[in-house]
């Protein structure tokens, strides 16, 4: 008897643990999804004050935080209307493909450095931008894929030219 009476006290804990378990699924199982999304961070977020998603960028070891201009709406306003830019700041433009670059700086009124990329982060080419200057500033090159702004100097000053590789830049 007393075989049964364990037998029947087993089964009848399952069915309560297996009761109690599904009073908590829903509980489970958006935890469970937390958990999941918690993992899936990129190195892009949206950090700058300016609601804009930003990436850290390597150049010969110094760090740029560049807010990224992936989208036409975000590029063409790009650093506009901005009374300063932090000294390790900057903005990183997508141009969508290889192509000729060109610049200008309407309503800019922070003096900007500008290095024109490849597509593997080659620096090809750095010009220096004065604000509120409507001339564009044209890559000689057709290979363009990638435009980082800067405080005017701030390649200089980080003794970083032509050839420099620029790492950490995120895909669309």
């Known amino acids: 008897m007393t075989r049964k009476t364990s037998w029947t006290s087993f089964i009848y804990r399952l069915r309560t643990m297996q009761t109690q378990a599904q009073n908590h699924v829903p509980t489970l199982l958006i935890l469970c999804i937390m958990l999941g999304f918690s993992g899936c961070r990129d190195s892009v977020e949206p950090t700058s004050p300016f609601g804009l998603q930003t990436a850290i960028l390597e150049i010969n070891g110094h760090r740029v935080n560049a807010e990224l201009a992936y989208t036409p709406e975000v590029s063409a306003r790009g650093l506009m209307f901005r009374d300063k830019l932090d000294e390790t700041s900057g903005m990183l433009f997508d141009l ?29 080419e750095i ?16 290979r363009i894929t990638h435009a980082l702004e800067v405080n005017q100097g ?17 895909k669309e």
């Open 127 to 142: 010009y220096d931008m004065h604000p509120l200057n409507l001339t564009p500033i044209e890559s000689t090159s057709d």
């Open 154 to 170: 701030w390649f200089s000053k980080n003794n970083i030219k032509v050839g420099a590789k620029v790492l950490g830049i995120p």
């Open 96 to 124: 969508g493909g290889p192509r000729q670059a060109s610049f200008y700086m309407k309503n800019t009124r922070i003096p900007l450095s500008i290095a024109y990329l490849n597509a593997d982060g080659t620096i090809a």
